[in-house]
């Protein structure tokens, strides 16, 4: 569960260096602290622990893959390419773990 709370984390981190890098000068900052508010407005609705509208089975490992791979995507997108690889291989590595001790 560490591993993945980290991974959001991360996740949070490409969403605003992404933001921050993408933006026109002078709104930077503001997509900076934007784009990690859309994702975090989505995994509060649909993926935390104590979601809204909380997403089981297929629905859920969707939600992940999107979710993890849109992190990994704006990583990647921004230039962050060896952080991009790194966060997209510890979820598959958290992920296989979940599937392996029964937590998902």
Do not use: D
């Not at 569960?1 to 991360?10: D, H, T, V």
């Not at 993408?22 to 993926?47: D, E, I, K, N, R």
């Not at 939600?63 to 990647?76: K, N, Q, R, S």
Request: glycine share 10%; net charge positive.
């Amino acid at each position: 569960m560490a591993l993945m709370f980290f991974l959001e984390l991360g996740v949070y981190v490409a969403a605003g260096y992404w933001g921050y890098t993408a933006a026109p000068s002078g709104w930077a900052l503001p997509a900076a602290l934007a784009v990690p508010l859309l994702f975090a407005v989505a995994w509060v609705v649909f993926g935390a622990p104590k979601a809204r509208l909380p997403l089981r089975g297929i629905a859920r490992a969707a939600l992940e893959i999107v979710w993890f791979g849109g992190g990994a995507a704006l990583a990647y997108a921004a230039g962050a390419h060896t952080a991009s690889l790194v966060l997209a291989a510890l979820f598959v590595l958290n992920a296989a773990l979940r599937v392996a001790w029964r937590q998902v």
